[in-house]
């Protein structure tokens, strides 16, 4: 019955999810409406729980097992006959070892080999891995810091992999600083602070994952600065993230900001245009296969790289989105539904453009002085540069005509109208005007 359920749950959560959280698992027996399994990490056992469930329930329940709970034993990966028939497997020896490291589930999605390394992030990527190859303690702690969506968690869980990928009995904790100190609350709360000392100074490597959330939680932030201390001094390693450099945390004590440091301190630049392409390319192979259906047009992802912001987690969404879209409606992606489909993110990061920048850089482009665009002169040269700033004040703001009359020196709205009038006009007829035109627009919207 076990087989078929398999199969069935293959199917619906696709091959790389089951690979990762059900293949490893073994039936041991159904007692009652308890279906108990080995499993080869506890984490595993309780992400499968509360992710698949209630699926594997209903499957055991269409198999005529009405079962309607799970439990997980852990099992050394060698004492796991997956080869033999359940009720062969060898009886189940939790290990208490991996059974008590309450870390947060770790993604199987972020590893190395899913992280696009570009110039922003290649420092970062570099020291990551040499934390994760590397058995000697090179750099502690490892800090790593970037704005938002910049790959930090990947990073961090790509790390936990490796390590415990080569280094199987190595404990190896990952949490971000909010279960940390959820963890140590509940441990006050419970008198049972010294288990929670001994856990955590028992691990080879400890991960937390936006330490600034700690910042003013002042018990917390002490705790954990003994932990940490405690686990430096035993040359266990430390990988530590923070949405900003040690520096610029507030709310964190002098000394634990200047520990935090003594490693090597790295930071996540936000995209490129290339690492963005580069995310986008490899990203397009995931939702190709999810939809096979779906046929994209090349310039739609050099659009995406151009227009979606730094944060790989929109542009992330912003192709599912799309794939989505498209498979739904069954068409093919092009720009038009591009535009469409993701509007609201498209306005979002679209960044503000001021008409004093306009003219700006207007002035820059023909080698003018700003006060010339805003003077009253007539000559050619500096009229048709006005015009053109003119244009794209009003194609790249939301600002009024009578506004931006005003900005050019005061006039009128009807000079505004007439100067877009004779851009637009001029933009199919004189191939000079319509190159200024695209690539002041190009530096303004960068
Ligand atoms: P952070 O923790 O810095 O806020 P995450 O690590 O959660 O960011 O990354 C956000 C999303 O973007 C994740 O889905 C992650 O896989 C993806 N991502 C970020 N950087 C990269 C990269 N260089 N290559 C591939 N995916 C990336
Ligand atoms: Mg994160």
Redesign the pocket.
């Known amino acids: 019955a076990w087989g078929r359920i398999c199969t069935d749950l293959q199917k619906s959560l696709g091959h790389e999810a089951y690979k990762s959280w059900i293949d490893p698992l073994v039936l041991d027996c159904v007692d009652g409406s308890v279906a108990k399994f080995n499993a080869p990490t506890s984490f595993i056992g309780r992400w499968v729980d509360r992710n698949y469930g209630s699926q594997i329930c209903a499957g055991f329940l269409k198999e005529g097992v009405p079962v309607t709970k799970l439990a997980f034993s852990v099992v050394r990966a060698a004492n796991v006959a997956k080869a033999a028939p359940a009720q062969a497997a060898m009886p189940a020896t939790p290990s208490a070892a991996e059974d008590e490291l309450p870390g947060s589930p770790l993604d199987p999605?972020?590893t190395f080999n899913?992280?696009?390394v570009g110039k922003p992030?290649e420092l970062a990527h570099a020291a990551a891995r040499r934390v994760a190859e590397n058995r000697e303690v090179s750099f502690n702690p490892l800090f790593l810091y970037?704005g938002?969506?910049?790959?930090?968690?990947?990073l961090m869980h790509a790390i936990a992999w490796k390590l415990q990928e080569e280094n199987p009995g190595f404990r190896v904790l990952y949490l971000s600083a909010e279960q940390f100190m959820y963890r140590f609350v509940q441990a006050l709360r419970f008198k049972d602070m010294i288990s929670f000392k001994e856990l955590f100074r028992s691990v080879d490597v400890l991960m937390v994952d936006d330490v600034q959330f700690i910042a003013g939680k002042d018990s917390t932030q002490e705790e954990f600065f003994h932990t940490f201390n405690a686990l430096i001094d035993q040359n266990k390693q430390v990988i530590i993230s923070a949405d900003r450099a040690p520096g610029e945390i507030e709310g964190i004590e002098d000394r634990i900001r200047s520990r935090l440091q003594w490693g090597l301190v790295v930071d996540l630049h936000p995209t490129d245009f290339e690492l963005r392409l580069g995310?986008l390319q490899?990203k397009l192979e995931g939702q190709l296969a999810m939809h096979p259906d779906v046929q994209i047009e090349e310039k739609v992802i050099d659009f995406l790289a151009h227009r979606i912001s730094t944060n790989?987690?929109v542009l992330?969404g912003a192709l599912t989105r799309l794939f989505a879209f498209a498979s739904l409606v069954g068409r093919r992606i092009d720009l038009d539904m591009t535009q469409e489909c993701l509007a609201d993110l498209l306005r979002a990061s679209q960044r503000k453009v001021t008409i004093e920048e306009i003219i700006r850089k207007v002035a820059d482009h023909y080698n003018l002085r700003m006060n010339d665009l805003l003077s009253a002169r007539r000559a050619r040269a500096i009229a048709r540069p006005r015009q053109v700033a003119m244009f794209l004040a009003k194609t790249l703001t939301s600002k009024s005509l009578p506004e931006i009359g005003r900005k050019f020196g005061g006039r009128d709205h009807t000079t505004v109208i007439h100067a877009v009038k004779k851009i637009e006009e001029l933009k199919h007829t004189d191939s000079q005007i319509a190159e200024d035109v695209e690539l002041l627009r190009r530096m303004l919207e960068a």
Not at 148 to 154: E, I, S
């Open positions: 999605k972020y899913s992280f696009v992030n970037g938002v969506g910049l790959g930090k968690t990947h995310i490899s790989v987690r992330e």
